[in-house]
């Protein structure tokens, strides 16, 4: 079992719904939760950051962290074409050096 | 949010070359560097941890003497794939992370593509 898991999709709505995307995990040690988005030919582009359980929101953007059910989210409102990427989540263990990152979502946003 | 510069950002090589990649934090200090492989719709996959003034230390099953990582300063860190073949072709990324205990964020440079004739 891989440590943290993600669906690689690909999922295809259209402009304006509301997506989430989701990953779980095994290890309980996982402290600092990431969200990162890749275009195509990218480098990975920090979105989101949260430490522990809670919601966070950044504008169109909520990240969410259940560490009873080891389940994170990113939800993304009002969806534009531009949303149109790869998203990565990624976690880490306090005094870790290592991030662990999912597969990675493959997202398309449809005008 | 903090810049990492990657540079080239493509390159070209014949099999048997060197290819030397530089990876530099532009406004922040970065203590540790990473270096990750992506290979065409894959995850990132961690090469090596890159410290500054010490050895990398590097994931099982990375050669080090092929994918030599050198970290000599706080703001820059280089990958030279030794003696590339075709099976070295794929996407090379770093990051870096502010120095600091309590720093956890990663950021990633924009990606070096290296194709192994």
């Known amino acids: 079992q891989k440590e943290v898991e993600q669906d690689p999709g690909p999922l295809s709505v259209p402009e304006g719904a509301i997506v989430s995307l989701n990953c779980t995990y095994s290890n309980s040690a996982f402290q600092y939760f990431m969200w990162y988005r890749q275009y195509s030919r990218k480098g990975p582009e920090l979105l989101m950051y949260t430490y522990s359980s809670g919601n966070k929101e950044d504008g169109r953007f909520t990240a969410q962290v259940d560490k009873s059910s080891k389940y994170i989210s990113l939800f993304i409102r009002d969806s534009q074409p531009s949303d149109s990427a790869t998203y990565l989540c990624a976690m880490i263990i306090q005094g870790a050096q290592k991030l662990v990152f999912g597969q990675g979502t493959r997202l398309t946003i449809n005008p | 949010g903090a810049v990492v510069s990657q540079h080239p950002s493509w390159v070209i090589c014949k099999s048997g070359t060197s290819v030397k990649i530089e990876c530099r934090s532009l406004?922040?200090?970065?203590?540790?560097m990473f270096w990750y492989r992506q290979f065409p719709k894959q995850s990132l996959m961690l090469m090596a941890t890159s410290n500054e003034g010490s050895k990398a230390t590097y994931e099982q099953g990375v050669e080090k003497d092929k994918f030599l990582i050198n970290h000599a300063s706080l703001t820059l860190s280089t990958l030279t794939v030794t003696s590339a073949h075709p099976e070295d072709s794929s996407f090379y990324i770093c990051?870096?992370?502010?120095?600091?205990?309590?720093?956890?964020?990663?950021?990633f440079g924009e990606g070096s593509r290296l194709t192994v004739l």
């Open positions: 406004d922040f200090q970065a203590t540790t």
């Open positions: 990051s870096a992370r502010l120095a600091g205990l309590l720093n956890r964020e990663l950021f």
